[in-house]
Every structure is written in C-alpha cells, then in structure tokens.
C-alpha cells in the first residue's frame, strides 16, 4: 500500500517545527496555531508521527518533544531539504513492493517528468539479464521515470549519466567509487550498486524510461545470501557506519539532475569524458559474455552510444553493446 497520502502536508510541517526546534519542546497549542489545526488534531498527527518510529517525547502540560527520527525513507523526510527542481518532485513511497520498476512503468503514463518510485524492501527486485536483485531493509531501491525527448538508439546513454551521477554523490561519502562497464558501482572490488534502464518507446520515439537504481547502502551484511555475499559491499561497511539514506537521496536526486540536464543540454562528450575517468574497466583485460559470443582482450574506451570499446589479441577493435563483463 502506498504510504501517506492525504495526510502529508500536515504531517511534513509538523515533523519540520519539531527538527526546527532544536532539543526545545513545543506545545501542541503553539504548533496547532503555526499550521492551522486543532491541539486534538495535533495530538492526532503526533500519534501517526509515533506509529511511524518517530521518537516523540509528549508531556501534558509542556507539549512535545523530537527525540529521534526513524531509519526509513518516506516521503515527507526526503520532500525537505530536496535540493532538485524536477527529479522527486513527485515521490511514490512504499513500505514493500515486488518491483520499484515494475511499479515505475505501471504509473509512467500517468506520472511527471521525474517522478520518483521508492520502497524500504522490494520481494522481486529485478536485476539485468534476467537476473533478481536482492533488497532486503536498509537498501535504496528506487525508480525514476524520465521523459526526454531522444531516440530509442541515444537511451543507453542515460545509463552512463546515472553512473556518473551515483558514482559522483557516493564518492562525496568519502568511498572510492568506481563504474564497471556498463552499470555496476563498485567500491574496490565489490559491487554496492547496480543500476536497470528500462525503455517503452514506439518505432523511434521514446514514450518513458524506467532508470531503477539498487544501492546496498545500510543493509545488513547477514542479509546478503548466496553468492552475492563475495561480491557484494555495502557503504555501511565500507563507511564503517551506517549513512543518513534520506539526505543521501537527496543529493543524489539532485546530482542524477545536474547530469541529467547536462545530457540533454550539451555535449554528450563531457559525460563521456566524466564517465571515462570515473571508469573501472578502461585499461583491464575482461571477457564479456554477450548473447551471441564471448569476447576477450583489453577495454580501452567507450563509445557515445554506451558501447564499450575492446581490443583483441590480435589488434582488431570490436565495440559491444552489452553483455556480462568479467575482469581476467
Ligand atoms: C543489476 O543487475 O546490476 C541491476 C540491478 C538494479 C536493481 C534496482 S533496485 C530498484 C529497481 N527496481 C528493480 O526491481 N530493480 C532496480
């Protein structure tokens, strides 16, 4: 179910007086009055606030306190203090959902430019080739919906701007993150993002694009089964704490903008040489598996359709537009 509907606005402003606060408690008359509701309706709102992990101190004759805010993403959290003019304007925000993808391409023709789709825990989280994605609590897993006016053939690209968006905002948390071609993030050898265009388009025409994006920010090591344990890190342990998601979000939804605009006002070689030098692949030997035949030799650029740019043994250029890449 989706969280928070109707109540938000009320709810954004009563949760920003209290942050406002400062440690100072605040009566209910006295934030009643500021946004134009009852004590018994404040009294109401804070009951909901509690309900959702907010630390609330409440005392009769003083009023309330904030004591402590909880670990989750909703809506009204990340709304305030959101720094970008188009991306998360609108946010669909939900406890659990199979997909945020899924979810992204159900709502896309009826959705703004920029629309966003997040849940706290995706039960089928989708991963390239077909593959699942695990997101478990304490993940980002979150959806954007973007309608620009470009050619089905230029939509790969966009895959390259988010790696360079999401590689620039975690690489302000102090991590060296890098870009495996074509849209892993890793941190050294570890991969701690993954990222899934997805295209509805007619003929040439490009309806909607589904960018979804899976960051194991503070999920739990224990929670990464499998195989995905070896392979997988998370900016919790990587950081050494866990980080602040919502004010993560935020400056990534502004920084994903800042490329994004970039994309559709410049030169697309500027984000190539971004990504270029953001890259962790150019200068490796890799194979890659692609759905026709494996590849082998050095990966020495990429091209302005996405595609990366390999040098084999004997000397012959080949670009490949996707597949598996395995460093060698
Ligand atoms: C990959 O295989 O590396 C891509 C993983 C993409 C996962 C994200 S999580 C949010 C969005 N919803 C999904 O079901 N998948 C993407």
Redesign the pocket.
Known sequence: MEVGIFVSNKKSEIIKILKDSEGKTISGEELGHRIGISRTMVWKYMRLLVDEGYGIESSPKRGYLLKSVPDLLNRDEIRMGLRSGFIGQQIHYFNE??????T?KELAYGADDGTV?I?EV?K??????G?E?L?PHG?????IILKPTISLTHVSRLTLVAGVAIAKSMRKLGVDARIKWP??ILIGDK?V????TEVNAEIEQVDYI?I????NANVDMNDLIGDVKNIATTLWSEIGKPIDRVSFIQDLLFDIEQEYIKFMTQSFSGILDEWTSLSDTIGRQITIMTPYNIVEGKAVGITDDGALVIKNSDGRREDIMAGLCIYT
């Open positions: 959902l199979e997909s945020t993808n899924i992204a789709v849940a995706q089928k989280g989708r991963g390239r080739l593959r994605w997101s993940g980002i897993w979150i959806s849209n892993d991969k993002c993954g990222i899934l589904v979804g994006i899976g960051i």
